[in-house]
């Protein structure tokens, strides 16, 4: 199983919106809405921001949502502040009680 | 509130058995809507599943691991544990443990989401 793809970075001024793309295969992203997002801050543990596509546990501000098209999940933080720059991890069930991870994306906050 | 906490040794030496143990507070491991696993990232990298189990016993593991990895369950002290063999210097990272919520599908379990994380404990591959 490969990891899932992300870009290495992101960034957006306060205010505004970004997205974080996470791109798999039909074996993994494109085959189950068990797809999920954490946040992590540096020298700290992940975080779960959003669960099954675009579901948010309790606590996570409503800034953050996410979605899927094909084997292509996304991750859209609206509103930017300051205390959202991070590292941004998605995952997916890849059948077979297999997970994969993505490679990770710094986001940035000009 | 779940909490989990890693412990066990911060060095091992190349060839030798990492073991770690996470220890599950303010919940039981024995319930039946999550799975326990475990996942590392070694400095400046991204997140590897290792593997998970039920509190029943089954285990499921990453398969670029799967010879080497076992993990097992201690319900009387609400712990879970990891024990990787012929370790390299290349799997020196943190090792997380986390509660991952699951979702039962007639016969089949998902692994739905890492709910719950323990804060990481480092381990160094060195002699």
């Known amino acids: 199983q490969s990891a899932l793809t992300q870009p290495p970075s992101a960034s957006g001024s306060p205010g505004q919106s970004v997205t974080i793309s996470c791109t798999g295969t039909?074996?993994?992203?494109?085959?189950?809405?068990?797809v999920s997002w954490y946040q992590q801050h540096p020298g700290k543990a992940p975080r779960l921001m959003i669960y099954e596509v675009n579901e948010r546990p309790s606590g996570v501000p409503d800034r953050f949502s996410g979605s899927k098209s094909g084997n292509t999940a996304s991750l859209t933080v609206s509103g930017l502040q300051a205390e959202d720059e991070a590292d941004y991890y998605c995952s997916s069930y890849a059948g077979s009680n297999n997970v994969v991870f993505g490679g990770g994306t710094k986001l940035t906050v000009l | 509130q779940l909490q989990l906490q890693e412990s066990g040794p911060g060095l091992v030496k190349p060839s030798e058995t990492l073991s770690l143990t996470c220890t599950v507070s303010?919940?039981?491991?024995?319930?039946?809507?999550?799975?326990w696993g475990w996942i590392r990232q070694p400095p400046g990298k991204g997140l590897e599943w290792i593997g998970s189990?039920?509190?029943?016993?089954?285990?499921y593991y990453n398969p670029s691991l799967k010879s080497r990895v076992t993990i097992s369950v201690d319900r009387s002290k609400n712990q879970f544990s990891l024990k990787l063999s012929s370790v390299t210097a290349a799997e020196t990272a943190v090792y997380f443990c986390?509660?991952?919520?699951?979702?039962?599908?007639?016969?089949?379990?998902?692994?739905?989401?890492?709910?719950?994380w323990g804060q990481g404990t480092l381990v160094t591959v060195s002699s």
């Open positions: 303010n919940g039981s491991i024995s319930r039946n809507t999550y799975y």
């Open positions: 039909s074996s993994d992203v494109g085959s189950y809405n068990y």
């Open positions: 986390a509660g991952i919520r699951i979702t039962i599908s007639g016969e089949v379990i998902i692994h739905d989401a890492f709910d719950v």
């Open positions: 189990m039920y509190y029943s016993g089954s285990t």
